[in-house]
């Protein structure tokens, strides 16, 4: 491809990646607003529901997020009665997140949130774990460079 070309919006795969990701976030905003979380929070959830307890630390490293970021969104969602944040009596330093009983409930009203935006995808089974894998791949490489950097 020329140089051109390689400079056109439309062959950047960066761009494709942000209008997809910025598109994708809209399409969950609807069913999202049915259970009263935004996106961040959804994510947030999805990963206590599965570990029960998390340190602000290991939700960060999960979510690809740094505590600047994370901590208001935690404050936001203790402040709607969705987790707990306590202290380590062992390392004061180390906060745990937990759910709340509202929050754990949460989780039953969630689990058609999957389904629906695989529908509204359009992409068939096949289609949804290619793409899946290759941005899995794409995240992993640029980790990689990223831990590199000195």
Known sequence: ????????????????IYAGSRAMTRMYKSLLDTLGVTYPQYLVLLVLWEEKKASVKK???????????????????????????????DDERKVYIRLTEKGGKL??????????MMCKSGL???QYLQLKSGLEAL?????????SKP
């Open 139 to 147: 995240l992993h490489n640029i980790k990689k460079i990223d831990a």
């Open 124 to 126: 068939t089974m096949e």
């Open 59 to 89: 939700l960060g490293s999960r979510l690809h997020l740094d505590s600047g970021t994370l901590t208001p969104l935690l404050k936001r969602m203790e402040s709607a009665g969705l987790l707990s944040r306590e202290r380590s009596v």
């Open 1 to 16: 491809m020329d140089k051109d070309k390689m400079l056109r919006l439309d062959n950047q795969l960066c761009f494709l």
């Open 107 to 116: 989780k039953s009203k969630a689990y058609d949130v999957p389904e629906q």
